[in-house]
């Protein structure tokens, strides 16, 4: 059974998409080397690698785009590559906002051990949480430097006037993002408000009526 993850340094030199690095059993992952050709997986690889390297966890289409046309198993086109990122987000393994790509929170879960052997020295590792943190802001503190991914940020933070960093105690100078909330939660929300609104004239006349009878 094929693999998705290579050496990281066998994209320079030659890479095999395909080759064994360690004995995976039948997951996600594995299906998505059945689920993409090579190259494809090729390109998923090297997105990973800007979005990893890159400050703010995201990688830009253009870039991604200039990958694909260095490919060592086969070249992409720029329309097969909009195809290739497209689906890859569709498969809800990469994120896309604003022609901006990122790894996705199923494919952070499922590669997490993969990302943090690949990409030992750059991968960073939230304070709160401790799970692989890509998107994240950092302590300020030069002997600190801490790094918390963006939702722990919101939910550590959470009504906070004075928010200092949880290591070092130093005051926290970034924005403190709103906590996401899905929108199920905010539909069942609507929805008990409309049970607990006032009866309409219909319904209260009916309700008369019944009384009378």
């Not at 289409?61 to 046309?69: E, P, R, V, W």
């Not at 809800?92 to 993969?114: F, Q, V």
């Amino acid at each position: 059974m094929g693999s998705l993850m290579v050496p990281r340094q066998g994209l320079s030199t030659g890479i095999a998409v395909r080759h064994t690095v360690v004995n995976m059993a039948e997951t996600d992952v594995t299906r998505m080397s059945t689920d993409y050709a090579d190259n494809e997986l090729e390109l998923f690889r090297k997105t990973m690698d800007l979005i990893v390297d890159s400050d703010n966890g995201t990688a830009s289409s253009t870039d991604i785009l200039n990958c694909a046309d260095s490919l060592q198993t086969k070249k992409l086109k720029k329309r097969e590559t909009e195809h290739v990122l497209n689906r890859l987000v569709q498969d809800k393994w990469l994120n896309e906002k604003n022609g901006d790509y990122s790894l996705s929170t199923r494919c952070i879960m499922e590669m997490e051990p993969y990302i943090r052997m690949l990409y030992q020295d750059q991968v960073k590792v939230c304070h709160i949480c401790h799970n692989v943190a890509l998107q994240c802001q950092m302590c300020e503190n030069p002997t600190c430097g801490i790094k918390i991914h963006t939702p722990c940020v919101a939910r550590y933070f959470k009504g906070r006037t004075d928010p200092r960093c949880p290591a070092c105690e130093d005051f926290w100078p970034h924005e403190i993002p709103d906590v996401y909330r899905p929108p199920s939660s905010q539909s069942e929300t609507q929805s008990a408000a409309k049970e607990n609104t006032a009866p309409t004239p219909r319904s209260t006349a009916q309700t008369r009526r019944t009384k009378r009878s």
